[in-house]
């Protein structure tokens, strides 16, 4: 039987690394002979397989997506436009989230008819990513690729879709993506694996939690941190592991990035989720459970706003000077924050709030010992 071609997008498109991630979740669930057929694409650009190899492919990536899709609270605006180029129309009354998710899992069969049908790539899936590859869309207008290329990358985009987030007067989507490399491939399993592991505990939690209880962090500063304290919460609390070290150098290979949805999605903003090295900080210093520890301060918020002004321009300024002691090193940073702690138990106090609700004290008392153990 001959072999099918299945063209991979651009590597300087977000459609590649979409379908970078898409093919990543599922490797441990695919034959030895598929995962190197999927190797030699990504260097290739495309993937050579054979008919049957490519159902049992697509048909393994269906069944992830379902699970996917229990999970998604937002789907990214692609999506339905993408659909739409692979030949899934969507009915007004099919036009929810999970419909529109569970569509593309149904559409599998249809995919598989003919995979290597020719299809302009959708403009969402043609957007240029990482710095110095931005371009003019006008360069990749006239590109073609197949249904089923197209299928693993709109599976991608919803898997590698973190939120969307309100940023002064727009929207913009949050997607955690690998960099498109073969080690990027080898850590998907890891890496979505976490952000996958609970319905419950979700990331897009963890950052409303920030940015909806404090109003002066920066995008940056709340995505990262956000990220570790996740990440620490979920190996630890729901895959009941003793410590990081399996993820250590996992997260390096991947990159968050955010788009404007508009008519010509727009990347915002990006970066390398280089967290593993603050993360082994942290746990060296017996100071990894700081990060428990500012979710549980930034939840205290509203409950003691009325009393405390100040309250949560300290667990901002604090944030933003932890976070700039992990990028450099600065002690002064944390002399800094602990002062800022110090002087709120203070005012508590004053006020008779530890009193009252003795967590909240309990836990700032908890994050300065937190800091003494950075600073030695």
């Not at 960099?179 to 952000?195: H, Q």
Request: with cysteine.
């Amino acid at each position: 039987m001959s072999n099918l071609v299945i063209e991979l997008l651009d590597e300087r498109t977000i459609g590649r690394n979409f379908q970078v991630a898409a093919l990543g979740l599922i490797r441990n669930s695919l034959p030895p002979n598929i995962v190197d057929a999927i190797k030699n694409g990504l260097v290739d650009g495309k993937i050579v397989i054979g008919s049957n190899d490519l159902k049992v492919l697509l048909e393994t990536l269906a069944q992830y997506m379902k699970d996917v899709c229990e999970s998604k609270r937002v789907l990214p605006k692609l999506v339905d436009e993408a659909l739409s180029s692979i030949g899934i129309q969507i009915s007004s009354k099919d036009y929810s989230n999970r419909n529109l998710c569970n569509s593309l899992v149904n559409a599998v069969e249809t995919v598989l008819n003919n995979p290597q049908s020719k299809l302009g790539i959708p403009q969402s899936l043609r957007t240029y990513v990482f710095g110095k590859y931005r371009t003019s869309l006008k360069e990749v207008k006239s590109e073609t690729s197949n249904v089923a290329s197209l299928y693993i990358a709109t599976a991608g985009a919803i898997i590698s879709m973190i939120d969307r987030l309100r940023v002064e007067e727009t929207y913009i989507e949050l997607y955690l993506v690998p960099d498109g490399s073969i080690a990027s491939f080898n850590e998907a399993v890891k890496v979505y694996g976490l952000i996958y592991a609970s319905r419950d505990v979700t990331l897009d939690k963890f950052i409303g939690n920030i940015r909806n209880n404090l109003k002066n962090v920066s995008l940056e500063t709340s995505l990262i941190l956000a990220t570790m304290a996740f990440t620490y919460h979920v190996a630890t609390q729901v895959k009941k592991l003793q410590s990081l070290n399996q993820y250590y150098g996992s997260f390096e290979t991947y990159r968050l990035i955010s788009i404007r949805p508009e008519m010509r999605m727009q990347v915002a903003w990006e970066r390398p989720l280089t967290i593993s090295g603050h993360l082994m900080t942290l746990q060296k210093r017996n100071a990894i459970n700081m990060l428990d520890n500012f979710i549980k301060l930034i939840g205290y918020v509203r409950q003691v706003q009325n009393d405390v002004n100040a309250y949560d321009d300290t667990i901002s300024k604090c944030l933003h000077e932890v976070y700039g002691y992990m990028e450099t090193g600065s002690l002064d940073l944390l002399t800094s924050c602990a002062g800022r702690i110090t002087r709120i138990v203070d005012t508590l106090n004053s006020k008779n709030i530890c009193g009252k609700n003795k967590y909240i004290c309990t836990d700032l008392e908890s994050l300065l010992r937190y800091l003494m153990r950075l600073s030695y």
